[in-house]
T-cell receptor
Framework: SQELEQSPQSLIVQEGKNLTINCTSS?????LYWYKQKYGEGLIFLMM?????EEKSHEKITAKLDEKKQQSSLHITASQPSHAGIYLC???????????FGKGTHLIIQP | AAGVIQSPRHLIKEKRETATLKCYPI?????VYWYQQGPGQDPQFLIS???????DKGSIPDRFSAQQFSDYHSELNMSSLELGDSALYFC??????????????FGPGTRLTVT
């Protein structure tokens, strides 16, 4: 079965600083999803990557999928308090399979 | 834009009772996924449906069953509830016909507490 490892597990960043979260898969990724979750709330879709080398950006968040499609990074530029939360990467096994999630990265933004 | 609707948002049940959770997808999303997220855990895939047929099964207990109806809404039925069933239950919708194919949009979740 596919396993996803996220790093770091938690991250405390001063407001305005940049940060990167990594997601490494034990197998080739058919689709890699990034979600943000406020504590105890629903998952907010951020972006999906499918092609090796693909990079997508939304506001100050950029995600990349490496050429071998086994690792993805999520980069936040000039972090803001609204970026705080849990970031989850999810892997798609193809078709109508459910996603397998990483354990999440807890991001805290210090003013 | 309208999003995925889940009801109820909160549910409190006693051990051995039954619960039914509902998920109402957004248009053109013909695939429904159910996930369970225990306290401090990552979401675990339970089951999925495509065009009203079960398409994939994850770690769903035999006490749970689910179905997708003709209007594409889905229900997760849980019987003989146990304390360990207390969790957030999410449904997600997606599919080839989605705005972005195979994107999965999550509902806000139903928080089930079993006492």
């Amino acid at each position: 079965s596919q396993e996803l490892e996220q790093s770091p597990q938690s991250l405390i960043v001063q407001e305005g600083k940049n940060l990167t979260i990594n997601c490494t898969s034990s197998k080739t990724l058919y689709g890699l999803y990034w979600y943000k979750q406020k504590y105890g709330e629903g998952l907010i879709f951020l972006m999906m990557l499918q092609k090796g080398g693909e990079e997508k950006s939304h506001e100050k968040i950029t995600a990349k999928l490496d050429e071998k499609k086994q690792q993805s990074s999520l980069h936040i530029t000039a972090s803001q308090p609204s970026h705080a939360g849990i970031y989850l990467c999810g892997a798609d096994g193809g078709g109508a399979d459910g996603l397998t999630f990483g354990k999440g990265t807890h991001l805290i933004i210090q003013p | 834009a309208a999003g995925v609707i889940q009801s109820p948002r909160h549910l409190i049940k006693e051990k051995r009772e039954t619960a039914t959770l509902k998920c109402y997808p957004i248009p053109r999303h013909d695939t429904v996924y159910w996930y369970q997220q225990g306290p401090g855990q990552d979401p675990q895939f339970l089951i999925s449906f495509y065009e009203k047929m079960q398409s994939d099964k994850g770690s769903i207990p035999d006490r749970f069953s689910a179905q997708q109806f003709s209007d594409y809404h889905s229900e997760l039925n849980m019987s003989s509830l146990e304390l360990g069933d207390s969790a957030l239950y999410f449904c997600a919708v997606g599919g080839a016909g989605a705005v972005v194919p195979y994107e999965q949009y999550f509902g806000p979740g139903t928080r089930l507490t079993v006492t």
